[in-house]
C-alpha cells in the first residue's frame, strides 16, 4: 500500500514539475492580421565593389578594353620577337571623342603570327568553358594594307585552347566594328586572350572584347548567367543600384553620373572605381567603372527578375569618409535635373527627350519606376539643404514618385539622430538605415522597430549585414552564427513590416580574389558562384514572405530573445498559408509548442525548411551547400490547432501550415 502510495505521489510530483517547466505556448493570432506586408520588402543590394560589375556580372572578359585605366596598357602584355621602337603606340584623339579618347596602334612589317602580339590577362584570369561560343570583337581603322588579328584563348600554361581570326574589311581611314566567333576547346579558369597581328601596315584598335555566348538571356554583350541567377532565385522585391558608395564617388568628379552610362558602349566613359583606393589592406589598382553596365542595363535586369527598381543618385556631396566635397548651392540644378530627367527616361513617352533616348536604345515600353534614392550614406545639415530641393522639384512633377532619404552611416547617434528628427519632420517617405554590426547588436535588436511610428516615415533597412569581426574587416566571415543573427534580427523586421517596407542584404557579390569588402552575400570566381548561409537566409525569407503580418507571442510578448528564441508570423492570402518563422540560438535544443489560434481546420500535413549547423560552419565552392536549407514534413494536430518543434541548437526554421 506504501508502495503505492509513495509510486502515485512520485508520479503526481514528476507531472507537476513537468507542467511547471513546460514553456508557456508561443501563439499566433490568424484571426487579426496585424498589416500588410509590401510585395517589395525583401531586395537586393548592388554595387560594383568586389569586382561586383566589371570583372563579375557584366560578362566582358577583357580588362581595359579601350586603354582608359590610368595606365593605358594595365591588363595588357606586348608579345614580340624583335624589338622594334614605336611598333604599339598609345595615342589619344582627345580632341574628337572626349568619352574615349585613347586608342592603341598596331605597326608591323611583313609580320606573321607569332611575330607582334597583344595578350589580355582578364580580371584575375578568364573564365573559359570547354565548347562554349566566344564572341571576340573590335573597333578597328587602318587605311593601307589590311591587317589580320589572329585572336587565341590560352589556358594558364599558355597553350591555345580556342581560335579565330579577324580579317578587317575596310581600309577607308574610319573606325568600323568587326567580330568573330570561335568556340573554346577546354575549360580554364585562368585564361587569357592573345591577339597576333599579320601583315604589312598599321592597325588602330579600341573597344578589344570578348564575350561568352550564355550570358543571362542570350543577350549579346550581357550579364553573367550564373551570377544573375542566384539573383533571380531569391525573387526580390526590388534591387537598389548602382550602389552604396560608387555613387558619392571620392570627390564629385568621380561621382555617379547615369547619363554617362547609356547609349553606344563605346562613348560610355569610364571613371575608377572608388573603391581602387579605398582600403589600404586591399588595394586595386586595376578597379574602373567601364559603364558596359549602365542604367538601361540596371533597369532591364530589375525587369527581368521581375523586381522594383530602386536607383540612388547623388545629390551633390561626394563621399564624406573621403574628400566630402559639396556642390554650392547655386549650383545643384543640374544634379535635379538628372534625377527628373532619369524619371523620364525610364518612364516618359518615347516623344519625350528621355524617353526616346530609352526607345532607341531598344524598350520603348515604360519601365513604371516608381521611386528613387537622394544621397547614399549623406549625413549633416548640408545633406538636408541639398535634399529638400530635391524633393521640391521631384514632387512639384511627380506627387507620387517616393524618395529615400539617407540617415547616414549608422543607426544610432548624434547624426542619426539629428537626421531621423529632420526627415520625419519632413515627411520623408522612406528613411534608409544602415548597419554592418556584430551578431550580438542584431540579437540585441530584434525588437528595434517595435516601437517605431506606425504612421510615420517608412524605413528602407537598406545595407546590412553581420560582421563577425564587428567592423569593415577583412577578417570577416560568412559564418552560420552571422548569419543566424540576421534571421533572428529579420523576425523583426517582418513583425513590423507595417514600418519597415524594404531591406537588403550588403554587399551582394565578391570576388575570391578581387574582393575589398568582406563579408558579402555571394562570392564568385571566374567560373563558379555560391550562396553564403546568409545568402540562404534572405532567400527564405523572400520565398516565404507572406501578404499579411500575424501576430506571435509568448505571454503576450513577442519573441525577441527569450530563451535565446526570436519568431514572427505572416499568412499569405494567395496560398492560404500560415507562415511562421523561428530562430534559436541557443546551443541547447529547444521543444516549443504553437498554438494556431483564431483558423478554423487546418491541413495537418505542414512544411518544414530548416537551417542548421556549427556556428562557425561557411559555404565554399567546395561544400557549396554545407549550410542551407533542407526541407521536411511534419504533422500539425488539425483538432487542437497546435503544432510541437524540435529547434535544433542554432537553428532557423520557416515552417508553411495550409488552412483549409
Ligand atoms: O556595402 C559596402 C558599402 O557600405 C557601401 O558602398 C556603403 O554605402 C556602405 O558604407
New binding site residues.
Partial sequence: MNRIIKTVSLFVATTLLAQAQAPTPIKVNVAQPVSEIQPTMWGI?F?D?NLGADGGIYAELVKNRSFEFQKPLMGWKIERKTFHEGEVLIQNRADKNTANPRFVSVKVENAQKGDLGLTNEGFRGMGIKNGLRYDFSVMYRQSGSPVKVHAELLDAKGQVIGEGTLTPSQTDGQWHRQAVSFNAKATEAKGKLRLWFEGNGQIDLDMISLFPEDTWKGRPGGMRADMIQKLADLKPGFIRFP????VEGFDLNNRYQWKKTIGPIEERQLIMNRWNIEFAHRPAPDYFQTFGLGFFEYLQLAEDIGSEALPILNCGMACQFNSAEVVPMDQLEQYVQDALDLIEFANGDINTTWGKVRAQMGHPAPFNLKMMGVG??NWGPQYIERLKVFTKAIKAKYPNFKLINSSG?DPNGDRFDYLNKELRAMNADFIDE?Y?RAPEWFLKNAGRYDSYDRNGSKVFAG?YASHTNNG?SASNRNTWRAALSEAAFMTGLERNAAVVQMASY??LFAHVEGWQ?NPDLIWVDNLQSFGTPSYYVQQLYSLNKGTHVLSMTQNNQPLIGQDSLYASASWDKASNEIILKIANNNSQAQVREIQLDGVKKLDPNAKLIVMQSDPNAVNTFEEALKVSPSEKKIVVNAKTKKVSLELAPYSFYVVRIKTL
Avoid: L, S, V
Fill in positions: 543590394f554595387e565593389i550602389g552604396g558608395c560608387i547614399n550614406e552611416t544602415h554592418y545595407e569593415a550588403a554587399p569588402w
